[in-house]
């Protein structure tokens, strides 16, 4: 019922500036400031990498399910793939079900992808690593076009390349409080 009010209040102010002198002035004027106080917070927020909800950009947690800002966003164009992940455990890229559960689907018909292809993990303070396992993939994984080794857990950073073999490539984009994230 307060909120009811509370948005009946500001229309009579408009109501009551709109029949002045100058009709066009008072609305042109009125939007300006109410960007700025709150509802400019609302309007310019990001959703939730996991659930959807909203964020202010001041908000380093979202309220409704406590994740961080920080996460990776992976984009692949074929097969038509995006993944984000935030940080915890790592992300299991490849074809077994059990191992990459979120990937295995979508790579089930592509043999140049292996088993157990990929991890990647994102770190709470916006870093992000991809690591291969230690028995390494049949096909390699590349970042930025040059082959990691197996084991290795190897920084990656907004703007890269990571590739699975020679066909399957996702463009990486880092969102958090580290150097070189949005």
Request: proline share 14%.
């Amino acid at each position: 019922m307060s909120d009811g009010e509370e948005l009946e209040a500001p229309e009579e102010a408009e109501t009551a500036r709109t029949p002045g002198e100058a009709p066009e002035p008072g609305p042109t004027a009125e939007p300006a400031p109410r960007p700025a106080p709150g509802p400019a917070g609302v309007e310019v927020s990001a959703p939730c990498w996991n659930c959807r909800a909203p964020v202010a950009p001041r908000d380093a947690r979202c309220a409704s399910c406590d994740r961080t800002r920080t996460h990776v966003l992976l984009v692949c164009a074929e097969p038509c793939l995006e993944l984000r992940h935030g940080p915890g455990p790592p992300l299991h890229i490849g074809r077994h079900p059990d191992w990459a559960p979120r990937t295995a689907a979508a790579f089930a018909g592509w043999n140049k992808v292996s088993r157990r292809h990929a991890s990647l993990t994102v770190e709470p303070d916006g870093s992000a690593w991809v690591e291969e396992p230690a028995e390494g993939s049949r096909n390699g994984t590349y970042l930025n076009g040059a082959r990691i080794a197996p084991g290795v857990r190897t920084p990656v950073r907004d703007g890269d390349q990571l590739r699975l073999g020679q066909r399957v490539g996702f463009a990486v984009r880092l969102y958090g409080p580290g150097p070189g994230t949005d």
